[in-house]
């Protein structure tokens, strides 16, 4: 019996904690202004918080913002340097977090300020030299009447996933993107979201919106119930949604899988 139980426990598949899907790496780059000397360091992340802006993208902009440092060069003795951070990696799915509950004096109160989504997001100009090496390719996209993503056209079924145009993000370097080429590693597809309906952290109530295959219309998850979601979900959603679910296509999903019939005997 317990030769049998151990050559079972050997031929079982390795667990694999789903949060991988979630996981990537950022890079602080931190050059001295006076003799640009510059200063490494990573850090492993499985989300973002945002600030609240009217816009996602605004939010991501201002996180990634460059921000000025007083610090002692290890050089020159200078005492300012100006800090970048950037992707390293990307991950599968990217969670975006929105703080929509702020602390006013020892109390949280909810934001409902509108926070526009868009469906499809590129993340290219956040990726940084060394990911850049590594194979994570930096995207090209035009917002003109011509090819969209290297030849991609719009498809028709992006009506469905609820298409929010942003024309004063189109000049920055973080794009919406319109169309889909699934073979970039930076652009993102919004997969889901989740809501607070209520006046205050003390109260209210949470709900999923899932995106269908192919942005083939969304679901909402409310407890057990499942019902097609009210359209435009996206606009719906802008004074509620606080955790976005961004999917990426550039590695497949980790998750574990039953054993195969030959590992089973």
């Not at 949604?241 to 019939?261: D, F, M, R, T």
Request: charged residues 20%; proline residues 5%.
């Amino acid at each position: 019996m317990e030769g049998e139980t151990l050559q079972e426990t050997s031929t079982s598949p390795s667990y694999i904690c789903p949060v991988q899907n979630f996981e990537f790496r950022l890079q602080w780059v931190r050059p001295a202004r006076s003799c640009g000397d510059k200063v490494f360091q990573e850090e492993e992340q499985n989300h973002l918080s945002l600030d609240l802006h009217p816009s996602l993208i605004a939010g991501l902009q201002f996180y990634f913002k460059p921000s000025e440092l007083e610090c002692t060069c290890r050089q020159c003795s200078g005492c300012q340097a100006t800090a970048v951070r950037h992707f390293l990696t990307l991950p599968r799915v990217l969670l975006l977090h929105v703080k929509r509950f702020h602390h006013d004096g020892a109390r949280l109160r909810k934001v409902t300020d509108a926070v526009s989504v868009p469906p499809w997001l590129s993340l290219a100009s956040l990726i940084g030299e060394q990911g850049a090496a590594a194979g994570i390719d930096p995207l090209r996209s035009s917002y003109g009447d011509g090819d969209i993503l290297s030849g991609a056209k719009p498809s028709a079924n992006m009506a469905a996933v609820d298409h929010l145009d942003s024309a004063g993000d189109r000049d920055r370097g973080l794009q919406e993107v319109h169309g889909k080429d699934h073979s970039n590693q930076s652009t993102y597809r919004l997969s889901g979201m989740v809501s607070h309906l209520g006046e205050s952290i003390n109260t209210g109530h949470y709900v999923s919106d899932v995106a269908g295959e192919d942005g083939a219309g969304w679901l909402t998850l409310s407890d057990a119930r499942v019902t097609p979601a009210e359209t435009p979900v996206l606009r719906t959603r802008e004074k509620t949604a606080y955790i976005g679910a961004e999917e990426g296509s550039h590695v497949p999903l980790a998750q574990n899988q039953e054993p195969s019939g030959a590992e089973r005997d």
